[in-house]
């Protein structure tokens, strides 16, 4: 029978963990054995979301779309733990509209967010990960790859976060560092202003993500699982 890696003393920070995948992850790491700091743009809300994980969770303030704020999150998050060995790369937003009725400020904002943010954050935690060699997951989107009417922005971001991701993998495995894209369909959560429980019958759990994210950085060495895309197993016809 498999067991579960256990990730003891692991050290990782997680970007939106205050809700939704990004505190499934936190907390499916921090029940492994992880420290964890998460990091968002609402202070009260990372407060909260601490007092759930535990004593040793870190709280950091932050918005991953400026390069500053991201520097010091990631800093933060180091000297707060004492190092680092997982980013998870989870802040997002989704702001939906055809092409010819969507706000440019909108459209920089999905981009600033969902592709600008992660290559903020990746630059930050590379020297931090060359210390110990470590993990970077990336949660993309199975949107990148299926494309809707009324998500460009959306899409166009994640499917650039892919190519991201991929170009990163091969540009630091040498170096002791494993890069992942973590590719999910429809969550049920409250991101893009949805109800947590709308279509819980048939889609993903925040928690299925995290049990990926988990098992994925409980891989032995020489071992790099470097996509995973995750879908429901029954969605609506």
Known sequence: MATQAQLDGRLALVTGGSRGIGF???????????RVAIGGRDESRLIAACQRLGDTA???????ADPRAAQALVDGAAAGLGGLDILVNN????????????NPADWNQVFATNLSGV???TRAAIPHLGKRGGWVVNI?????????????????????????????MQEVRHDG???VTVAPGSVATEFSGRRRDEGADWKLSAADVAQV??????HPPRSLP???ELRPSRPRK
Do not use: H, W
Not at 213 to 218: C, I, K, N, T
């Open 177 to 179: 560092i494993r890069v």
């Open 58 to 64: 870190l709280a950091i303030q932050g918005n991953v």
């Open 91 to 102: 802040a997002g937003i989704g702001l939906f509209g055809n092409v010819a009725d969507m």
């Open 213 to 218: 994210v988990v098992d994925l950085v409980g």
């Open 140 to 168: 993309s989107s199975l949107a990148g790859i299926n494309p809707f009417a009324g998500g460009a922005a959306y899409c166009a971001s994640k499917a650039g976060l892919d190519a991201f991701t991929e170009a990163l």
């Open 24 to 34: 499934a992850i936190a907390e499916a790491l921090t029940s492994r054995g992880a």
């Open 226 to 228: 470097s996509r995973v």
């Open 119 to 121: 290559f903020y954050c």
